[in-house]
T-cell receptor, first 115, second 113 residues
Framework: GAVVSQHPSRVICKSGTSVKIECRSLDFQATTMFWYRQFPKQSLMLMATSNEGSKATYEQGVEKDKFLINHASLTLSTLTVTSAHPEDSSFYIC???????????FGPGTRLTVT | AQSVTQPDIHITVSEGASLELRCNYSYGATPYLFWYVQSPGQGLQLLLKYFSGDTLVQGIKGFEAEFKRSQSSFNLRKPSVHWSDAAEYFCAVGERSASKIIFGSGTRLSIRP
């Protein structure tokens, strides 16, 4: 079946540094990928829609200069949290939409802790 | 704007008992509806989905859900729960064209031995 991977699965960084999270579709092509964040014991909130070869579309209230998204190929999207602060600590989950079938598959998530 | 409401934050049922998790949605047209399950610290697993056709949808792990347009509901059911079903369950609604998925707040399911 279709698999989406995320790397790293866990990351701890110091306040003020930047962190990059990768989302890969392993056995299908994904023109569109989505990035979500999830706070403890809360639901997933859509942050942005990532489109291959074009700019990402951010949801209202999401700072695009803080959460940089790059979708340079049909199998890879990256989310960079710039100048991270403790309040950015969260569980970040990506999903990828199969270009052929339009099915959407979720990655296992990345837990970011900013100290 | 589309939205999803899961009125039950936490439900506890006995192992072997039946289960129903409630979900109500708000959407202008016929929605794409989903149920996902998330174990602690894990990603999401799709249980089932409804796009069109038969309003009673069968999913994995013995789950089913029924789309009721008149009630704007898509409740999840299972006739007999197992201890391994303890997890967080999310109902979600998607747009036909963009496939952007909006999640409900989730229902935490605990199983009583």
């Amino acid at each position: 079946g279709a698999v989406v991977s995320q790397h790293p699965s866990r990351v701890i960084c110091k306040s003020g540094t930047s962190v990059k999270i990768e989302c890969r579709s392993l056995d299908f092509q994904a023109t569109t990928m989505f990035w979500y964040r999830q706070f403890p014991k809360q639901s997933l909130m859509l942050m942005a829609t990532s489109n291959e070869g074009s700019k990402a579309t951010y949801e209202q209230g999401v700072e695009k200069d803080k959460f940089l998204i790059n979708h340079a190929s049909l199998t890879l999207s990256t989310l960079t949290v710039t100048s991270a602060h403790p309040e950015d600590s969260s569980f970040y989950i990506c999903s990828a939409r199969d270009t052929t079938t339009y099915e959407q598959y979720f990655g296992p998530g990345t837990r970011l802790t900013v100290t | 704007a589309q939205s999803v409401t899961q009125p039950d934050i936490h439900i506890t049922v006995s192992e072997g008992a039946s289960l129903e998790l409630r979900c109500n949605y708000s959407y202008g047209a016929t929605p794409y509806l989903f149920w996902y399950v998330q174990s602690p610290g894990q990603g999401l697993q799709l249980l089932l989905k409804y796009f069109s056709g038969d309003t009673l949808v069968q999913g994995i792990k013995g789950f089913e859900a029924e789309f009721k347009r008149s009630q704007s509901s898509f409740n999840l059911r299972k006739p007999s729960v197992h201890w391994s079903d303890a997890a967080e369950y999310f109902c979600a609604v998607g747009e036909r064209s963009a496939s952007k998925i909006i999640f409900g707040s989730g229902t935490r399911l605990s199983i009583r031995p």
